[in-house]
C-alpha cells in the first residue's frame, strides 16, 4: 500500500501564511489521485475544506486554497486565524488499487 | 439540514461481530458514493471502505478485506458495516461519509474491541 506524507507539525503566526504538503511515496501527486484535504479539530469529526485539489466548499474559508506544488499537493493558508488551529488531513485515491490513503496529518498551531 | 448518524458501536470482544448503520437524511443518499473512515484511539484517519450509488462496486482497506462486509440500502437511506472476526487494532472511532464531494460527515460511533 501506498504511503501517504504530510508534515507532522507547522506553526504559524496570526494574519501569517503557511503551506501544508501531501506526498505519495509511488512518485508525483496528480489531480488523477483526487486530492482532498480535511480538517479536525479536538474531539470533532473531520470537515472537508477541499476537494479534487483546488475545489473549496462552500463552507470552506476563503482563506484557503489548494494546488499542486512540486510533485505534491499544497494546502495554503493565507491569513490565518486562531480557529484555524486543528489537524489537517490529506487523502489520495490510488486508482490501480481503487482504494484511497491518508497521510498522518498535520498538527497546525497559530501562534 | 443534512446527518448523518451513525449507531451500532460498543465493546466486543477479539473474534467478535458488530454491525454498524449509519442512516442519512436531507439529502439524496442514493445519488453519492458512501464510506467508511476510522480513527484509532489518539491516532490518524484510516479509510476503511466505500461503495458505490448503485451498491455495484465495494473498495477496501486491505486490513480489512474478508472481514467487513460494506453495504447500503438507498431506500432506507442506510449505510452498514459489517464487522467479523474483529481485532484489537480495529478498535476506534467509526465515521461515516459521503455526498457529492465527500461533503458530509457523521460524528461517529466508537467501536471497543477488548476482552
Known amino acids: 500500500q501506498a504511503v501517504v506524507t504530510q508534515e507532522p507539525s507547522l506553526t504559524v503566526s496570526p494574519g501569517g501564511t503557511v503551506t501544508l504538503t501531501c506526498g505519495s511515496s509511488?512518485?508525483?501527486?496528480?489531480?488523477?489521485?483526487?486530492p482532498y484535504w480535511f480538517q479536525q479539530k479536538p474531539g470533532q469529526a473531520p470537515t472537508t475544506l477541499i476537494y479534487d485539489t483546488t475545489n473549496k466548499h462552500s463552507w470552506t474559508p476563503a482563506r484557503f486554497s489548494g494546488s499542486l506544488l512540486g510533485g505534491k499537493v499544497a494546502l495554503t493558508l493565507s491569513g490565518a486565524q486562531p480557529e484555524d488551529e486543528a489537524k489537517y488531513y490529506c487523502?489520495?485515491?490510488?486508482?490501480?488499487?481503487?482504494?484511497?490513503?491518508f497521510g498522518g496529518g498535520t498538527k497546525l498551531t497559530v501562534l | 439540514e443534512v446527518l448523518l448518524v451513525e449507531s451500532g458501536g460498543g465493546l466486543v470482544q477479539p473474534g467478535g461481530s458488530l454491525r454498524l448503520s449509519c442512516a442519512a437524511s436531507?439529502?439524496?443518499?442514493?445519488?453519492?458514493?458512501m464510506g467508511w473512515v476510522r480513527q484509532a484511539p489518539g491516532k490518524g484517519l484510516e479509510w476503511v471502505a466505500n461503495?458505490?450509488?448503485?451498491?455495484?462496486?465495494?473498495n477496501y482497506v486491505d486490513s480489512v478485506k474478508g472481514r467487513f462486509t460494506i453495504s447500503r440500502d438507498n431506500a432506507k437511506s442506510s449505510l452498514y458495516l459489517q464487522m467479523n472476526r474483529l481485532r484489537v487494532e480495529d478498535m476506534a472511532v467509526y465515521f461515516c461519509?459521503?455526498?457529492?464531494?465527500?461533503?458530509?460527515w457523521g460524528q461517529g460511533t466508537l467501536v471497543t474491541v477488548s476482552s
Open positions: 436531507g439529502f439524496t443518499f442514493s445519488s453519492y458514493w
Open positions: 461503495i458505490k450509488e448503485d451498491g455495484s462496486e465495494k
Open positions: 509511488t512518485g508525483a501527486v496528480t489531480s488523477g489521485h483526487y
Open positions: 487523502i489520495l485515491f490510488y486508482s490501480g488499487a481503487r482504494s484511497w490513503v
Open positions: 461519509l459521503g455526498g457529492p464531494h465527500a461533503d458530509y
